[in-house]
């Protein structure tokens, strides 16, 4: 963990329960900046085609969404600014709305195939796209999405923490595993050519 991270989660609380379970607690740390992104950050978050993302309600109660879309659709602004656009989905706007009462976010992005896996704290804002056309276009998808965006979601970046591979099941996606097995299929359907060729000679 950074220092940052660890001076955000460590509550005394935490710190309380530490000391009764352990007998000790973590020293505290003295972290006044927030984390800048690095190129290892950066590609991580780039890479992905989902990503969880915690807020909190009005009535302090925590809400969880699974964002998802084409590789990249979550974009790096700058080393501590990242964003992505966001669509017309179910309208209940839960994070929306929980975002207009605390700017409070936790990001989980996980990569199954490496087992590795990423959390951010921030503070978030949502702003219209129609008013923001500029930033709407460096927010959208790289490959397209089919509609206009309706809110753009900007994340100012406090800290963040990689976690440990265990007990990360290693999964992959369909475009994942055909990147594998498609020379795979070739070559099976070139050797049932040849072998076809063979019997009708024969």
Same mark, same amino acid.
């Given at each position: ?91 209940? +706007?839960?994070?929306?709305?929980? /975002?207009?009462? =605390? $700017?409070?976010?936790? !990001?989980?992005?996980?990569?199954? &195939? ?6 951010? +704290?921030?503070?978030?804002?949502? /702003?219209?796209? =129609? $008013?923001?056309?500029? !930033?709407?276009?460096?927010?959208? &998808? ?61």
């Amino acid at each position: 963990m950074t220092d940052r991270y660890m001076q955000t989660v460590l509550t005394p609380s935490v710190l309380d329960a530490e000391r009764e379970y352990y007998g000790k607690s973590y020293p505290t740390f003295d972290a006044q900046e927030p984390d800048s992104l690095r190129d290892q950050e950066i590609e991580m978050i780039q890479s992905r085609d989902s990503f969880y993302m915690a807020t909190i309600t009005e009535d302090d109660w925590p809400y969880l969404q699974h964002r998802g879309g084409p590789k990249g659709f979550l974009r790096v602004l700058n080393r501590q600014q990242i964003g992505f656009a966001d669509y017309r989905g179910n309208r209940q +706007l839960i994070t929306v709305g929980a /975002l207009s009462k =605390s $700017d409070r976010v936790s !990001l989980f992005l996980i990569d199954y &195939p490496t087992r590795t896996r990423l959390k951010m +704290l921030g503070h978030a804002r949502v /702003l219209k796209a =129609s $008013d923001n056309p500029k !930033l709407a276009e460096q927010l959208a &998808p790289p490959e397209g999405h089919g509609s206009k965006p309706e809110r753009l979601i900007v994340i100012e970046g406090l800290t963040y923490d990689w976690n440990c591979p265990k007990f990360i099941t290693p999964r992959y996606t369909k475009s994942e595993i055909e990147e594998v097995t498609n020379p795979l299929n070739e070559q099976i359907a070139a050797l049932k050519l040849k072998l076809a060729s063979y019997e009708s000679a024969t």
